[in-house]
């Protein structure tokens, strides 16, 4: 034994001896590491037996996340027909993308279009800038701007991207399939 392994072992019970590995190579090394690779490949080999699995999506959608983000949703309220909408633009200063505009107008107290004193009567979102982080849904003290489920928003033009109050207020638009069922 060495001077320092001699004192090492002198010291008493308070040093820790750190046992070490064998020495790399020989016939033990090429096994523990052939060993070591097949753990390593049991998880793709488990997941090679099962085959591939193929969705049709147009025809089969994968249903996404409960917390996904996806396109906006202007709301009214039910029993009255009027916009949650104040045109208060709490949405647009939140957007850290600056894609929301909005341009209020006074609301009209015989014919009203909102419930507060005025309304939202422009309502723009480029969703070509959308991050769809969420935050005008935050902001929005009446709960009048959502983010749905809807995931299929590509279009070929980026004007078409520009979505207005009122296709904001309706229904998202039921993609159909490409392919008829038996093609």
Known sequence: MSLLTDNLYEAGDDVAVVQR???PGGATGFYRAFGETLRGLKTTLGRFVEGPVTIQYPEEKTPVYPR???R????KFEDTDLE???GCSLCAAACPADCIRVVAADNDPDNPTSAGERYAAVYEINLARCIFCGYC???????????????????????????T???LLAEPIE???LRREGE
């Open 175 to 177: 993609r159909t399939p």
């Open 84 to 86: 949650k909408c104040v």
């Open 165 to 167: 109050k009122d296709m």
């Open 68 to 70: 996904f983000r996806g």
């Open 21 to 23: 590995a064998p020495e």
């Open 137 to 163: 849904e935050v902001a929005c003290p009446f709960d009048a701007i959502t983010l749905g489920h809807d995931y299929e928003l590509s279009d070929y033009n980026r004007s078409d991207l520009i979505f």
């Open 72 to 75: 906006h949703k202007l709301h």
